[in-house]
């Protein structure tokens, strides 16, 4: 069985294109997973998240995404799929169709009768704990930005690390300190449990705190520069850490700087496109394409680190 020591690295989240006509652009799918999940950069894969638009999908779809990509890297790559639950029941059907269409590691969304402040109950453990029982594979905790009322707290993520499927924490609470502190109360309980930073803004100061890689959908866009940053924090050097975060510092800015932040995935189809990996980078509805400027504004950003 997949451990959280199996999940260490860069996971690149999968962007997905779609054609002009709004279908997925499956030979563009193709060419951004040559793009970004190339095993010298790449350690793991995670598709039918945020970054590929899982709600936007059909459930034909989403497991057509996890089936594809399976071939593309082979059977000994480590697949992580998305699961964003309206409930239990949605839970346990979508988490046993990835699993029959090729995934490893289930990541589990919080459900959203956990908004409004019932993530910090008792019931978002007992969601996990019920989901881990019944389906006997791996999962990995999908944590939201705390500021959302979606992100669960620090005590409740250290009894979800405790659950046997349990084995990695996606950790997106968006602030240092609320990392710092579910990093430091997770492995106390649970040191085998991954935890793979997912602050956009903070990548640097994540894992120089300390974390297992990063999970990122912006190793969609950039792999190598997310891969000499974690290269570099393995071998303690500062210096390099910082090389590389310099060069990171602009496409980060151009892409979760603009308002709404939601359209961030969308800004990395358009660096792809203006890379030649994609032809078209128009999302689905209720995402919308974005304006010339901020696609300027990432194109300077783009060759300011040297990418294109």
Not at 117 to 146: C, D, R, W, Y
Not at 148 to 169: C, H, K, N, R, Y
Not at 272 to 281: A, E
Request: proline share 6%; glycine share 8%; with cysteine.
């Amino acid at each position: 069985m997949i451990s959280g020591k199996d999940l260490g690295g860069i996971t690149v989240a999968t962007v997905l294109p779609f054609d002009e006509t709004g279908a997925i652009d499956w030979a563009g799918y193709a060419s951004v997973l040559d793009h970004c999940a190339r095993p010298e950069t790449t350690d793991c894969v995670f598709v039918n998240g945020h970054a590929g638009e899982a709600t936007a999908l059909t459930a034909t779809e989403r497991a057509e995404v996890i089936r594809r990509t399976r071939d593309h890297i082979g059977p000994n790559r480590i697949l992580l799929a998305g699961v964003v639950p309206t409930g239990y029941p949605d839970a346990i059907v979508q988490a046993e169709a990835a699993r029959e269409a090729g995934a490893d590691v289930a990541v589990i969304f919080p459900a959203e009768a956990l908004g409004g402040g019932n993530a910090n109950t008792s019931a978002g453990v007992k969601f996990i704990e019920k989901l881990g029982n019944e389906l006997q594979m791996p999962l990995s905790i999908f944590q939201f930005p705390i500021a959302s009322g979606f992100g669960f707290s620090t005590q409740v993520l250290a009894e979800m690390a405790q659950i046997p499927q349990v084995v990695a924490i996606k950790e997106g609470s968006a602030t240092l300190l609320a990392y710092d502190e579910n990093r430091r109360a997770i492995k106390a309980v649970a040191p085998d449990v991954a935890i793979l930073p997912s602050n956009f803004h903070w990548f640097f100061a994540q894992i120089a705190l300390g974390g297992d890689g990063i999970l990122s959908g912006l190793a969609s866009l950039v792999p190598d520069l997310l891969a000499d940053l974690w290269k570099a924090s393995l071998d303690m050097d500062l210096a390099k850490m910082r090389e590389a975060n310099d060069r990171l510092y602009p496409v980060v800015r151009a892409i979760y700087g603009p308002s709404p932040v939601v359209d961030m995935h969308t800004r990395m189809k358009d660096g792809l496109q203006l890379m030649g990996v994609i032809k078209n980078s128009t999302p689905r509805l209720p995402l919308l394409p974005q304006s010339a400027e901020i696609v300027e504004n990432l194109r300077k950003a783009l060759i300011a680190a040297e990418v294109i």
